[in-house]
């Protein structure tokens, strides 16, 4: 049987994410979750809010803004557990949704050591003028746990978001 998506509730997202996600289980500020489902069983999650950064959510994008937070599929032979393409499948629902929801921007970040190919697949645009050092939101007059891992990361865009860069003559990142 193929894969499909169903809406799933935020809070048993969470539980699987955190049993799951192979870098970062714990995540906050979700508005709502899509499960990747193959057989009734989860092979993957998607979880989507309002971005992260409080700088991105009232400065430089509009309130009509979402981030795919967190996407956490199960590892292993995906072939042969049935989740191969779950990562796409999830991207590509998480941004019909956005965009069926009157979201004028979809974006979300993945680790610089990541090739971003599920997200190539799903017709997803990298912004490659996008340069992120990553580190923590930190700040003298709000301190702030370190980051499980603060490092370089590197900026998607659903195709049909507002801010998202032209894709003719685009370079891939090496």
Known sequence: MSLETRPIPVKRALRWNKATHRR?????GLM????????????????????????????????????????????????ASGHKGANSILYGACARAARDMGAVDCF???????????????????????????GSYDRPSRARKAPVEGGRKVRWWAPWSKHAPETAGRKQRT
Do not use: K, M
């Open 24 to 28: 970062l289980p714990d995540v906050a």
């Open 32 to 79: 709502w979750a899509i499960a990747a489902l193959r057989d009734s069983q989860i092979v993957g999650i998607a979880l989507v809010g309002r971005p992260n950064a409080r700088l991105l959510d009232s400065q430089e994008l509009p309130q009509d803004a979402l981030q795919v937070v967190r996407v956490a599929v199960l590892e292993g032979d995906a072939s």
């Open 108 to 134: 979300t970040y993945i680790h610089h050591d990541e090739p971003g190919t599920s997200l190539r697949a799903a017709g997803w645009v990298e912004d490659i003028a996008h340069d992120s050092i990553g």
